[in-house]
């Protein structure tokens, strides 16, 4: 499956939707201004502001989509839940469009406000859903009939993955997996399903194989007697980008949380590492973005302050710049003011402590009241973090972690943070066994993921910084 050609279909139609939207909002509200005109046409298309409309608001709505997360994974995508994201993101995009563009108008009475809302949030409604559940549907039709499929590897070799092969490729219907191939979890002197597939392997190399045969999806099927090897299975692959399924015999042996794919094909339960529904995904990113402008406005004084007082009490670059480890495993620059020597740690990674003198007499004030860490808000814009997430921390330290708690790298499942939760009951870390230590509250963040909880923790953050009680 052609993903870049897949996602350019939905920016495409997304484009044609908003601009059609648009002009049929603005000529309803023309004809609805001056009744007695009978040409409504002629002045819309005399209007500047109808042109500027047709560039800049599709725009807008791209953004909007983008930002939100809205062309991740746009082929997977389930026609209800497009309805459900197509709901939230018009009402988030209508308001904005209401507030900045349409309230300020001279009108005759304040009911036309509504008339305005309403109508421009049917027809942008309507007029998006529709074009992206063709494409949905197209994308369905195309899948059940084994036209396209997502690439897709087998973890087993006997008579469970034999079964469930054969299951899946003789479907009246199909799930659409293409499969690539499939790796044992123990060895034997001959696999069934060599007859069927190429057998790439033992277990061990999954990670490898996902990134080097762009694999979508990982099923697992061993057999009842290698049941104890699902945990490590599971461990091994769940800080890549993969959809893992397990036959429903293995439910009880399953990291995380389980639900069933589908009521059509063969039963499978997804092992979700999905900590908050699609639609709050969305807010929280939508927030992410609103709140972080608004902070580096409020705080552009702040910045400035923090930028001269690092440039004049300390030699070296004002912005601190290190590798952190992102959402699935992937690699990110993170800035921070900085608060420390040069040459501090002399190329081994060094954690701070509380009377650590690395530390410069400016950069303790900036660290006691979080400041070091405010470009961050540039990060989130960019994407790499949100407001609230686990922590980043290096690959070095990353890997001493999951040696002695493989649950860490559940942390990589969602996007780090500015603050945490485990950063407000726990504070900085300055071991390896206090980053352990501070593990379970972030843990218990990931159990509870909400955007309430999210609100609970900024708050908390705050509280901090006009306290003065960081480290």
Known sequence: MNKTLHTARYIIADLLSAALAWSLFFYSRKATETPLINDT????????????????????????????????????????????????????????????????????????????????????????????????????????????????????????????????????????????????????????????????????????????????????????????????????????????????????????????????????????????????????????????????????????????????TSKGPVIYKQERIGINGKPFIIPKFRSMRIGAENGTPMLSSKDDNRVTPFGKFLRKVRLDEIPQFFSVLKGDMSLVGPRPERQYYIDQIAQRAPHYRLLLKVKPGITSWGQVKYGYAESVDQMIERLKFDILYLENMSLAMDFKIIAYTLLTVIKGSGQ
């Open 41 to 312: 046409l002629k002045l819309v298309l005399e209007d500047k502001n109808f042109y500027y409309g047709i560039i800049f608001i599709p725009l807008f709505w791209l953004l909007l989509y983008a930002l939100t997360g809205a062309y991740h994974r746009v082929y997977r995508k389930a026609r209800m839940r497009e309805l459900a994201q197509t709901l939230l993101l018009t009402t988030i995009g209508v308001i904005i469009i209401f507030f900045s563009l349409i309230l300020d108008d001279i009108i005759v009475s304040y009911k036309s406000y509504y008339k305005y809302f309403l109508t421009l949030f049917s027809l942008h409604f309507f007029i998006t859903f529709t074009f992206r559940y063709i494409i949905a549907s197209v994308t369905l039709y195309k899948l059940r009939h084994r036209k396209i499929g997502f690439n897709t590897l087998i973890v087993g070799s006997n008579g469970n993955a034999v079964s469930l092969y054969n299951e899946l490729e003789n479907q009246t219907v199909s799930s659409g997996n293409h499969f690539l191939g499939f790796v044992h979890a123990i060895e034997y002197p001959n696999y069934k399903l060599e007859n069927f597939i190429p057998h790439l392997g033992h277990y061990t190399k999954l990670k490898t194989l996902i990134q080097e045969m762009n694999v979508e999806e990982v099923i697992i099927a061993t057999e009842r007697s290698e049941h104890k090897t699902i945990e490590k299975i599971i461990s091994e692959i769940e800080d890549t980008n993969v959809f893992i399924k397990v036959i429903p015999d293995m439910q009880d042996f399953l990291l995380g949380t389980v639900r069933t794919t589908s009521i059509y094909q063969t039963p499978l339960i997804q092992v979700s590492f999905d900590f908050m529904p699609p639609w709050q995904l969305s807010l929280k990113r939508f927030f992410d973005i609103v709140l972080s402008l608004i902070a580096i406005v409020i705080l552009t004084p702040v910045y400035i302050f923090c930028y001269l007082g690092v440039l004049f």
